[in-house]
Structures are given as C-alpha cells and as structure tokens.
C-alpha cells in the first residue's frame, strides 16, 4: 500500500495543546493521532486507528492461541442484573445510567461480569461443558470524575475483557495462569517492559489478583518495588509487623501538660522541651488517632478510629481499598460535637482514673466506638498519645499493657525505603500505568447470580470465575508514552502506522520519479508506505516525519545527483546514505529483518 | 485451527423461541449464533461472531480500496453538535439521551453526520485538504419503538459508516460513485443479489440517494420494480399523472341525497342505487378528503386536507417521508369538534350556493384550509365527492372547472400492477431489508456546522458532503436469512463460522484415530476445522450440523471399514462417498477450490 499525505486525513500542530498534562497526549494531538471531542471522549483519527487495529489484532490473537473465545455483549445493558450484584448502587456516579423510551433503567457497561456469567448460566449446565475462557473487543464507559491524559483516562475506551468458568479452584488457576501468559506475550509482541505487581481486588471482590503496570511518571497507580523483586500495588502492600517488645522497663503511663499541641509537630517540640531524653522524641513516638466516619454497602454508618505512628498518613487509596465496599469520610467538626468523648487533636485509648490506666476506644470499651491500630502498634510498643483532655497527653502508654485493639488496620502511606515484605531490604517506590488486569474472582458473581453446574457426582456446585481485562485503547498512549522523545512519537515496528516513511527532499523531476519508483517496488514487497508529497519545505517535511514516528525514514534529497539517498531510523535518530540502487533491499532488510 | 464442539460456547436448541418472527432470527438462535438480554439488544455468541468478524474484514477491505481512511468517533457524544445540527429535537424517542455526573448532557450516536463534519472542519482549511472519505464500524444507538427479527432492527447494533467531503458537485458525484461500486463488490463478495432502489433521503435531508435492498419477506421496506428494471422505494415513487380530459360535456355539479355513506363502499353502493349509468360506479370515481393535524419542525400546527381517488388509502411512510421533518396525524373527534365547516364523512372541495359551485377548501378559499391532491387528480377529470352536509354528495365536480388545490401531494399506496413511471408496463411490488444506503446529502450539515475551505481562487466555499452506511452486524442476519433452510442454517465459504465441520459416526477407535488424524492434515493445510467430539448419538451430531450450517462436513462413519467416509456439501444436502486416502486432497479442493 501506498499513502500520500497530501491526501491524508491528518494535521500536524506546532503548539502543545492547552490540555495535555503528559508526553503521549501531547505527542498523540500534535502528531494527528486523537482529538478531543469531549472531557474524557476522544476521536481516533487514522494514524491513531492504524496502531489501534495492530494492537486489537495483537490482543485478538494471544487470547485465540489460550482458547479463549472471542463473542461480543453489548455496552447498553438492563439494571436487573447490576442490581443483583449490587453494582448498580456501588459503582456511585461512575456509571452511566439512562432510560430507555418506555423508562426501563439501563447503563453503559463499565466491564461485564454479570452479563458473562449470565449467559454461562444460560448455555451450561453439567461440569462437561466447562472450562471456558470467553472474551470480547468492546467499548466500555465510566463516567470519570476526573477524565485526564487523553487516551490514559478516558470515559470511553476499548477494553478486551475475558472471564474463566471452572468447576474447581485447580481450574481457576489454570485460566488465571494462560492469562498470565497471553498478556506476558502481549506485552512482549508489543515492545512493552512491565512489572507485575500484587494488586487488591478492589471492587471486583475475589482473591488473587495482579496487575500489569508500565512504569511511567504519567501513571496513577504507585506500586512498590522490593530489591528480591517482589512488586505489589501500594493497595496491597502488607507491613511485615516488627518484633515484640520487653516492657517490664517500662513506668506507668504518664500524663503530661502539653498546652496548644493538637498537631503532631506541635507534641513533639513541646514534648523534647519539657521532658527531654537521651533520643529525641519523634513523630514516630507518637500515637496518633484519626476518626472517620464509615458508610457500609448497605448505607449503614459508624465511627472508626485508627490509631498509627504520628510520622504516617493514613494513604487514602490503602484505606478505601481496605474498607471495601464500605467508604470512609474524615471526621468534621461538627461530627465531633456529636461525640464529646472524642477531643479532637488529643485523642487516645487510654484515660488515667485513680492511677490506673482505663481504655476508653474500642467495642468492649466505654465508648464501644470501633478501634484499629497499624500493624507497626505491636505488643509492648510505647507511645505518646492523646489524654482525651485538651492540652494533656500521656507518656509511655503500651500496648498489650494499657491498651489494646478491635483490629490491625494496614492502611498508613508507603513510603521509599521502608523495609520490603519479603525482607530484602528497602521499597523502592514508583509510578506505573495499569495495562492489564488479572483476578481470581472466585464465586462472588456466581453466586449473586447462582451459576451452578452439575459436577461429576452429579451434585449442583457453584462455579468459579476469573476476570482479566487489558486496555487496547489505553496501550496507544503507553506504547507512545514510552518510546516518544523530545521531537516526537518514535513507534516500534510491530505496531506502528506505517513500515516506512518516504520524504522527498527537494524540487526536480527526479527525485519525485525516483521516490515513486522506490516507493512502488517497496509496495510491491509488502511494505506499508507513507509517502510525503505535500508541496511543502524539505524542513516541514522532517519535523512532521519526526512528530509522526514512523520507524523508519527514506529521504530522497541532494544526494540523489551522487546516487545516494538517506535510510533514517526514528528511535536512534541515526541515519545512513546508500546508494539508490541497493535501496530497496536494504529497506525490506531493515523494515522486515 | 481446530476447534472441538465439546469445548465450543455453544448450545443448540431443538425448540423455536418464542420470539422469533422470522426464518433467521429463529436460526440465529436456535444454532447458538446469538441470544437476546433485552428488547433489541443482542449478544453475539462465539459461532456468530466469527461471521460479523469476517463481515467485518470484508468492508473493511473494500473500504480501504476505494481511498477510504479507517477512524473512530465514540458513540457517546455531547449535545451541542446535534442541538446545531436540530437533530437533538428531530430524532424524538429514538434517540438515546443521557446526562453524565455533572448532568451535562450526552447522547448515544445513532449516525455521526455531525461529528465527522466538525472533524473536517477542524483538520482542513483548503481545497487541497479534500476530497477526503472518512468512515468508521462502530456501535450505533437508536431507541426503537419496535426493535424486532434480532439482528434485523435492534437497539444496539454495528454499522459501517462513511462521509465524504468534496469542494463541488462533481466530486460528489465521484465519492457516490466509489460508494456505490464498493458496496456492490461486498455484497457480491458476501453471496447478497440485491436491489438498488431509488430512496427518499428521509431524515438526512439531500438529494440523491439509493438503497442497497435484499428481497426478502421479513423486510420492513417495501419497493417497486419495473419491467424495465426501474427500482423504487415506495417512498421514493412518484405517479406519472394521467393526461388532462376535456370537460366540455360534463354537466354542472349535482348535489344529490346519499343517506348513511359516511364510508366509500356505501357510497358506491348508494350511487350505483339511484344514479346508475352505464359504466358502474367505482371506488375510483370518488374523491376522498382525508384531514390531518400537521406539526412542523418548529412545533407549528396547523390542519391539511389530502383529496385522493376513494379507492387508494394513503401510504404512511409515503406522507412521512413527503411531510418531513413535519409530522402529520389524523384528525380524531375533537379536532372535527373544533371545525364545524369540516362535516366528517362528507367532506368536499366545494359547496353548492345558489346553483354556483363555490370552493370552500384551500388556502385561497372561506375555510382558509390548506388542500392538496393526488397526482391523479388532473385538469378535467370529474368525481363524485362530499357536499359537506351530512347524508349528501355532489356528482360532476371537475377539476380545473369547479375547483383547484393548493399542490399535489403524491401519497397513495402503490399497488402492484399501478403504471411504472418509467412506462415499461406494470409495477411489481416485493419487501426487502434494507443493508446499505448511500446519500447526497449536499451541503445540509456542512451549512449548519460551518464547514468551509478555501478554493482555488481563494474563496471560503461550503463543503459537500455524501454519507454512506453498511449495516455490519443486520449483514449476518440478512445472509442467514436468504441462505437457511427448512433444516437450518446454510452459510456461503465466505462467512461461514468454519470451513469444515467433522462429524464422527459411531465408536470405536479407528473412527476417532482417523477423525483426529483428518483433522490435523486439513488444519495444517489451512482449514479452520470444527470437530463434532461430543459424546452424544450420530443423528444429534448431524442435526446439528445442518442446524449450525457450515458449507462442508465430512462424516467418518460405518464406511471407513470399506475405506471410504462421506462428505456432505450442506447448500445442496447432497453428499459423496470418498476414499479415505483422498479426502484431504479432495476437501482441500472443495473448501479452497
């Protein structure tokens, strides 16, 4: 095939636009690839569909060679189903919901649990007609509260989808490991590096769960990296908790007048002034306690207080995918008028009556409010927290002695060197985007939907489901996010719009009949070429061959009157004069070798 | 490829469903191609989706060979263009409308005219930008009153769509063409004989426009054909109106007494009674009044009066596609209520006063009443028709003499057997589905969206655009429609599923060994093979192989003990006896010759 780009439907910018907060956005608009038509709503424009269809292909291809089989439900789908699972409420204004002419309620698919083991529940019936792998190739819709980096995070994207049906847990593994393998090719086929992180089920329920993250400064996620190679979600970081500690040492708690110290920093000053020791204080001496207020699924509300070392935040991300599917809202002040026994900025577990220390947090407590505790707060750990009494805190107050817990909460911020899991040594912390997603679902779906097939025995059992999904519309911008450079999109060969770039450099009737000479016999062996004969500077030319990023470039110029022309290659910027005669060859060498 | 039955998602049905209406829907599902989840909304199973994909490719390819560019717009879409556009308003309850979380408004894309115009408008700015065709397969959304067949009129469904833009008519005219010539070569590749029919350019406004037709019961489009091979939708035909009659016999308009006629038939009845004459009279010499409520597209209403021959009803999609984007109802009791000058059942163009013929209909006359007539209705042609006094009629009312209209207004039924306009003798009325369209739309949108370049003078002209739709996923149903049979499903090479279905006959080893061994030869040799490994009686496996319709089977049976296994060609239900040792050769030939 030959293109010209004077025909073409594609303008190249010379300005970064207004929106575009990350390289491959900004590469995408200027180079012709997308344009925005909404927040969050983005036209593929042809180069940006010629890389889609490779990566679909791609895709399409790797799930074929698991067995999985490609079927294709539709986006516009009835309320019944996501009202069974609960979905419908849970996924809040993220879905898109309308009504139908006759006011039946419908939404916008943001992925297809529900429909898909529906229609296994429709199809099968003994354990004979499982396992099964189905997939599709489809748009899917969330309504975004915050659609951002153009194709990164969109409100409409593509996204193949599969889902495993199995009568037993052996089975499940199995599909979750072809899985694990067809997007490890994918990835591979796609010239893609990724880490495969532990992630959180978040709101798909299940157990086993991983992602497939580039690393990227654009990206959303932050994961961890252990120096053994362990790589979780910061969701899924569990703290390996630290030893016990001997506290027969240790003194009875104290309280002490702290005046004005409501926050950490303030407690601590105040603290190394009045009561000096050989170790300064820190904020990692000290308990700090925060209130949220929690809604559960059912809309339920109650109070939880989390108590962690002062020098921690509780990371927000950690805490809603802990508390899932119940939400958590910080304490107001007008909350804590509600609850006088919660003095705000000097909260802590234990009050002093006579002498004696008396937990007041807790469900067995006084208070019976619900009480957890990082999982750094261990037995014999000694902290300086709040006395429940305005400008009063106490010292050495140990837990397992004076206090203790409802539950571990491992929900404060992850931070670079903090000590791996696995003991390797310290995190290293970084920033990737979500490619692909693999789930064990387990039966969460089948039962809310009561999928059953008869097994061997004869006997009705549940089955159990996996889920995977992998952004096709997301992969144009992380393909072009990690290899685009500071003059363009530089794409790898297997997905990039054309094999070849022809730029004709210069006026005169040979050069135009040698570039379409050239450009014919290139056709004629397979190769897919665009060819510029716009009627514009040799200048123009080469920036828009570097913006566009085409893997290889063949400029036809000056040398020409020598016999030579220039074989250009993208990523490396290098080039090469050959002689025009083993131009052809060297060519189908370098775009086909 | 191999595929195996026992681990295919698919479930044949020995049942119709309830809902099936016509032969292909009913096939459709019965075989496992699809399965409903809603009113109009499909799921296309594994054995379906295998066609559209091929379907899919064959578009494809044709597109791209007449200079059409591959892009994507999404289908959820802000407001503001369609409210520019009017289409927002015009589309009424089809349309799909939703609200995002910020309750700005969005609907679902029924058809992209506007956004592939606003794309054009932002990428180009002169005359060497264009020509330029544009297209897009993607899902489309409209909120039937009726979806119904399946495939045939759902609410969710994939279209191939195209917009051309072009400085002048000419080009055009060349876009339309190339349309016109890919769409012949996909139906001809996919096996489709259709009809080209000249069509109303309905709810796109423009001029001309074709349907590609495929004669079939189950359509809801209803078309003419000439001797001579003129084709029409019915909408589109307009009556050759009959030459003018000399009137100078015809005596003045008689009012005569017709008790209880408010009807044609008693009319006639009455007539023949007591003014017999020697040609009986007919339905055909009376005049009807039909009077309709018409809104216009602003919401205006006012009241039309059609008068057409007693013996023709109106067509309604006829006097919709005519009104449009007006929309016409009857007159109900109320409306008469409120025009005492309208008495229904007698209504007439003119009233008798004083021996003189007086119109009383017509924008020109008393009542101020807009009155049109059938194309029939010509320069002295005479008719008996309502006095606008209950139980009386006039007779001798010529037109031209006693009164006149305000237009014409061609909304008869057509009848088979009604003159062709062409004149080449009787009309032939057939129904057929309609799978591709192609239009002129001429400058409508361009107009309300500002699409302008330069020229090559340096003027800023108005682009003119064509659109052009190929109904990807109707297609499947369609060719099931035209090729199934009393038994099933029957699918030409070129879309079917599979190019081969082995079905095993009996046990024993021998059989299995050589199915499997088979099955290896024809699917290294390139044959995408689908083998019937279940364990269930020969005569389920062959009805089920005429139920799922792939073109070939090869049965290894009772035979094989004579060395010979049987292939069966599924179109023609014919089967032959081949040597064992031949059968791949002999299959190769069949599937690929």
């Not at 089920?201 to 120096?227: H, K, N, Y």
């Not at 409010?369 to 902290?383: L, M, Q």
Request: charged content about 30%; aromatic content about 8%.
């Amino acid at each position: 095939m030959i293109t010209r780009l004077s025909q073409y439907f594609v303008k190249t910018l010379r300005e970064d636009p207004a929106d575009a907060e990350v390289p491959s956005h900004k590469w995408l608009v200027r180079a012709g690839y997308v344009r925005r038509i909404g927040p969050g709503i983005y036209t593929m424009l042809p180069l940006g569909q010629k890389v889609y269809n490779k990566i679909e292909q791609v895709v399409r291809e790797e799930l074929n060679a698991i067995g999985a089989q490609e079927m294709r439900i539709p986006a516009l789908l009835p309320r019944e189903p996501f009202e069974i699972s609960n979905r419908w409420e849970e996924y809040g204004p993220t879905l898109f919901r309308l009504k139908d002419r006759k006011s039946a309620d419908y939404l916008l698919a943001p992925t297809h649990e529900e429909m898909f083991t529906l229609a296994v529940k429709d199809l099968c019936s003994s354990y004979k007609d499982l396992p099964l792998i189905l997939y599709h190739i489809t748009p899917k819709y969330r309504d975004e509260a915050r659609p951002r980096a153009g194709l990164l995070r969109g409100r409409e994207f593509i996204m193949e989808d599969s889902y495993s049906f199995d009568v037993d847990d052996e089975g499940l593994k199995a599909a979750y490991e072809k899985h694990r393998t067809a997007y490890m090719r994918i990835m591979d086929r796609l010239g893609l590096k990724y880490t495969m992180v532990q992630a959180m089920a978040g709101a798909m329920g299940g157990s086993r769960s991983e992602e497939f993250l580039i690393e990227a400064e654009a990206g959303e996620d932050t994961f961890v990296v252990s120096p053994a190679g362990f790589a979780a979600n910061v969701e899924a970081v569990r703290i390996t908790p630290p030893a016990e500690q001997d506290f027969s040492e240790v003194g009875p708690v104290q309280v002490v007048d702290t005046p004005g110290t409501p926050t950490i920093v303030d407690l601590v000053e105040r603290i190394n002034a009045d009561h000096p020791r050989e170790r300064a204080w820190e904020a990692a001496d000290t308990l700090k306690n925060l209130v949220f207020k929690v809604t559960d699924a059912e809309g339920k509300k109650s109070v939880l207080i989390v108590g962690l070392p002062g020098d921690r935040e509780v990371d927000e991300k950690r805490l809603e995918a802990q508390l899932e599917p119940a939400v958590a809202e910080p304490f107001t002040d007008e909350d804590f008028a509600q609850y006088p026994v919660l003095v705000k900025g000097y909260i802590g577990p234990v009050k002093v009556v006579d002498g004696q220390a008396v937990q007041i947090l807790g469900e067995e407590s006084e208070s019976g409010i619900r009480y957890v505790v990082d999982p750094r707060v261990v037995k014999g750990t000694r902290w300086v927290t709040g006395a429940n009494e305005v400008d009063k805190h106490q010292l050495d107050v140990v837990y397992g002695r004076d206090f203790t817990a409802d539950g571990v909460l491992d929900v404060a911020e992850v931070r670079d060197g903090d000590p791996a899991p696995d003991g390797s040594g310290p995190l290293k912390l970084a920033r990737g985007i979500e490619l692909g997603h693999i789930f064990q679902l387990g039966r969460k779906y089948a039962k809310a939907l009561d999928l059953k097939v008869l097994d061997r025995n004869g006997k009705l059992v549940t089955v159990t489901m996996g889920s995977y999904g992998f952004g096709v519309s997301r992969a144009v911008a992380v393909i072009a996010e990690k290899t685009c450079d500071a003059k363009g999109l530089a794409w790898p060969r297997t997905v990039a719009p054309f094999d070849l770039h022809i730029v004709t450099a210069g006026k005169g009737e040979e050069i135009a009949q040698t570039a379409e000479k050239l450009a014919a016999e290139l056709s004629e062996a397979g190769i897919d070429v665009l060819i510029d004969d716009r009627n514009v500077s040799p200048g123009v030319k080469f920036a828009d061959a570097e913006l566009i990023g085409i893997p290889t470039s063949l400029v036809i110029g000056r040398g020409l009157k020598n016999g030579t022309v220039e074989v250009k290659d993208r990523a490396s910027l290098s080039s090469a004069e050959v002689p025009v005669e083993t131009a052809v060859s060297v060519l189908i060498q370098t775009v086909k070798g």
